[in-house]
Antibody, heavy 120, light 111 residues
């Protein structure tokens, strides 16, 4: 059974860079034709896809966030990571990592989510 | 403002059938399949329906999905109290660099 777990600071100051890591267990991040995504959800609001990475390193980003987002993968640690620069209070949200079951496939496994608050 | 449009709320009594709509455009629902996610309070979303009308293993057949043109629907029959949750539709959008778009979510209340 694949499991995903987000980790990282719960508090980030405005204008700084938010950094999160997702650790995948129960399977190799490199096996299969899976994509690995980040999705966020502000309190009381809907879901927003941030971007994804394939184990080859190829990425796709939400156009609205593309200028501030970097997603990377470390296959040796079975992890992938998110960096979001120049954060503001609007970036405060629960951040989820998720597995996409293939090209244009749904998110079939999700992490439990981690709350990141942007505040001074 | 979400790219896909869902009603913010829906409700029904136990045993009833309810439907939740999801409206998009030619660049998302009109071109790609629709997935539905169920989010119980305080938990991560869970895949409920994929490829418009397919149920993952373990999802009761009370849940069904359909798609026509640039709209999709989720139907829940034999409504149960444990179905009270937020429901989100999602699809890929090909208008710019391809990216995933979600609906704003529908909060289902079981009366």
């Amino acid at each position: 059974q694949v499991q995903l777990q987000e980790s990282g600071p719960g508090l980030v100051k405005p204008s700084q860079t938010l950094s999160l890591t997702c650790t995948v267990s129960g399977g190799s991040i490199s096996s299969g034709s899976y994509y690995w995504s980040w999705i966020r959800q502000p309190a009381g609001k809907g879901l927003e896809w941030i971007g994804r990475i394939y184990t080859s390193g190829s990425t796709n980003y939400n156009p609205s966030l593309k200028s501030r987002v970097t997603i990377s993968v470390d296959t040796s640690k079975n992890q992938f990571s998110l960096k979001l620069s120049s954060v503001t209070a609007a970036d405060t949200a629960v951040y989820y990592c998720a597995r996409e079951g293939g090209y244009y496939q749904p998110f079939d496994y999700w992490g439990q989510g981690t709350l990141v608050t942007v505040s001074s | 403002q979400s790219v896909l449009t869902q009603p913010p709320s829906a409700s029904g009594t136990p045993g009833q059938r309810v439907t939740i709509s999801c409206s998009g455009s030619s660049s998302n629902i009109g071109s790609n399949t629709v997935n539905w996610y169920q989010q119980l309070p305080g938990t991560a979303p869970k895949l409920l329906i994929y490829s418009n009308n397919q149920r993952p293993s373990g999802v009761p057949d009370r849940f069904s999905g359909s798609k026509s043109g640039t709209s999709a629907s989720l139907a829940i029959s034999g409504l149960q109290s444990e179905d009270e949750a937020d429901y989100y539709c999602a699809a890929w959008d090909d208008s710019l660099n391809a990216y995933v778009v979600f609906g704003g979510g529908t909060k289902l209340t079981v009366l």
